[in-house]
C-alpha cells in the first residue's frame, strides 16, 4: 500500500501559508475568549519552617522609595548607576519591599513589625498588612506579639486603625525604649519627618501601657534573642531566632537594598538617624552574619526577602534563597 505523503509543517512552511492567506485576502479566526487587563496585584505570603514553627511571610506591599541617587550616598551617580544597571535593576527609582514575619510556635502567634498601617506617605501601594493576613488564614486578635525592629512609620503603622482601634487587640508590644523616646518626641524627630512622629503618636503613645522594652542581648521571647544594631535608628534591633536546629536572623533595616549597601557597605543611606553609625554597625552585623552562614530575612528585600549573605571583595553579595512551594515542612 503506497504511503501517503504528509507535508513538513516546519515555521518556514507555517510562515508561507500565512502570507499565502493574507494575498489571498483570508482573514485569521477571531478570538473567541478576550478576556480584560488587569492592574492590580494581589499582596502575597510565603509559608515555611523554622525548627517546629510555621512561618508566614507576609507583604505589607511595595514602598517606592524614589531616586536611589537621593537616598544613597556616598558613591557617584555613576557608580550607583553601574552596580544598579549590572544587576539589571532601575536607576531612576528603588522601590522596597516590605517583608513581614508571622511566627507561629504553636504555644503563641508573633509579629515582627507591621507596616505603614494608614499612612500614604509613600503611596497607595503600602498599608496591606489585614489584607494579606486574612488570605493567610491569621486572625488579628490571635496574634500574642508585635515586635518591632524600630519606630519609624513603616514598621509600626500597623498597630492601629484610622480610629485608634486596635488592630491586634491581645498582642503586648515589644520595642527599645530608646527609639520609643526619640520618636516620640517632636523636637528631637523634626518637621522634616512629622509624618513620622504622627505614626508613632497614633500607634505607640496611646499603648505605651502595652510595650514590653527591648534590651540587646534579652531573650524576648522563647527561642528570640534581641541584638542592637544601633544608627539607622538609635535603638535599632535585630532578632535572632532559634528553634530547634534551626536559626534565622530578621535584620529590619540593616540594609535597605540588596546591591548598593552590600557591594559597598559603607554607603550612608538618607533615613539614617546617624548615618556613619549605621554604615558601622552594617559592616559588623553583615561580618557576623556571613561568617556564620546565618539565613536572614531582610524586611526591604525583594519578596519574600530570605536568603544568605557572603564576603565579596570588600563588600558583600546577597544570595536569595528558593522558596518551597511544594510542602511546608522542616528545613
Known sequence: MPMLHRPHLSRRNLLRASSMAAIAGLSPLPALAKGPMHTDQVPTFYRFKIGTA???????????LGDPHAAFLGPTAAEIDSMLTANFLPTQSAPLQQNTLVLNTGERIIIFDNGMGISKLFGDTTGKLLTTLKQAGIDPKDVDALVMTHAHIDHCGGIAAADGTLNFPNAQLYIAESDFNYWTDEQKVGPQLKAFYDQTKHNLVPNKDRITWVKDGQEILP??????APGHTVGHTMFMI?????????????????VLLLQKPLTEFAYDTDPKQSAQTRVKMLNMLAANKTMILAYHFPWPGLGHVAKDGDGFRYFPAGMNIMEVAPG
Request: hydrophobic share 40%; with cysteine.
Open 54 to 64: 510555621e512561618a508566614t511571610i507576609i507583604s505589607d506591599g511595595v514602598l517606592p
Open 223 to 228: 527561642g528570640i534573642h534581641a541584638i542592637l
Open 242 to 258: 532559634n528553634i530547634g536546629n534551626d536559626q534565622l536572623c530578621y535584620i529590619g533595616d540593616l540594609t535597605h537594598h540588596p
